[in-house]
């Protein structure tokens, strides 16, 4: 998987974060993951702190494989650093960290990460829950994405109240100088159809951050990923612009 030759984009990797928990990004790493490697890249996806997780199958870097049609036995290798932090404990990273008593190491967390740039063209890294999620009382996840010098896609998931939350994640992010590639909605179940229209128009006029596109929520992943292949070309021209 890693390394093909003649592929050396400037941006080595890139942050999915969300406006919120369960709004969708591991279904938009997993369409993005897809949609690069069948450009010619070699990627892999990255979750720095995993929780909620009984096994790999159904971890969100086993849903991003599945998306993806790769096999996870293609990186065995490399699951320490793919998963640096794992938790069985369903709840915000410091609260896993300490309820299991294993800390969160940050530094831990960059070297994972530029070890796999080393090896990778594209490390797409899914963030945990929204965009101010804490790894611990000093630190937030967010703090790393700035330290690393990644640029962030935000998921938001598209509803009543996603005005708010959408705003909220950009204003984070701009308040840490981080380039944002764009923003993704996500179509929530039986949601007002006025409102899921609006929400896009309005957050584009209100702010700089592009809007890619809209995705349905749906079981089908060939269905959505189908649906994500325009929003991929946006993401990957923006990529190769800002590189």
């Known amino acids: 998987m890693p390394g093909q030759?003649?592929?050396?984009?400037?941006?080595k990797g890139i942050f999915v974060t969300g406006t919120d928990t369960g709004v969708g990004k591991t279904v938009v790493t997993g369409c993005l993951f897809r949609?690069?490697?069948?450009?010619?890249y070699s990627v892999i996806t990255q979750k720095w702190v995993q929780t909620g997780s009984n096994s790999l199958?159904?971890?969100?870097?086993g849903i991003h494989f599945k998306i993806s049609k790769r096999s996870l036995n293609q990186v065995k290798e490399y699951l320490p650093l793919i998963l640096p932090n794992v938790f069985k404990t369903p709840?915000?990273?410091?609260?896993?960290?300490?309820?299991?008593?294993?800390?969160?190491?940050?530094?831990?967390?960059?070297k994972s990460f530029r070890s796999l740039s080393k090896m990778f063209d594209f490390v797409i890294v899914e963030g945990t829950g929204g965009a101010l999620v804490p790894i611990n009382k000093n630190k937030l996840?967010?703090?790393?994405?700035?330290?690393?010098?990644?640029?962030?896609?935000?998921?938001?998931?598209?509803?009543l109240g996603a005005i708010n939350h959408t705003?909220?994640?950009?204003?984070?992010?701009?308040?840490r100088k981080i380039k944002t590639l764009g923003l993704?909605?996500?179509?929530?179940?039986?949601?007002?159809?006025?409102?899921?229209?609006?929400?896009?128009?309005?957050?584009?006029?209100?702010t700089a951050c592009e809007v890619l596109g809209n995705l349905e929520?749906?079981?089908?992943?060939?269905?959505?990923?189908?649906k994500f292949i325009p929003i991929g070309n946006k993401i990957l021209k923006r990529i190769l612009k800002n590189g």
């Open 217 to 226: 929520r749906e079981p089908d992943y060939e269905k959505i990923y189908k």
């Open 57 to 61: 199958l159904s971890s969100d870097i």
């Open 167 to 175: 705003l909220l994640a950009i204003e984070s992010l701009n308040a």
């Open 141 to 159: 996840l967010i703090d790393i994405v700035k330290e690393l010098k990644l640029p962030a896609l935000i998921v938001a998931g598209n509803k």
């Open 91 to 110: 709840a915000s990273p410091h609260l896993a960290s300490r309820l299991e008593n294993k800390k969160i190491d940050p530094d831990k967390i960059k």
């Open 5 to 11: 030759k003649g592929i050396s984009p400037k941006v």
């Open 184 to 206: 993704v909605f996500n179509n929530l179940w039986k949601q007002n159809s006025l409102i899921l229209k609006d929400n896009p128009r309005i957050i584009k006029a209100l």
């Open 35 to 40: 949609y690069l490697t069948q450009k010619g």
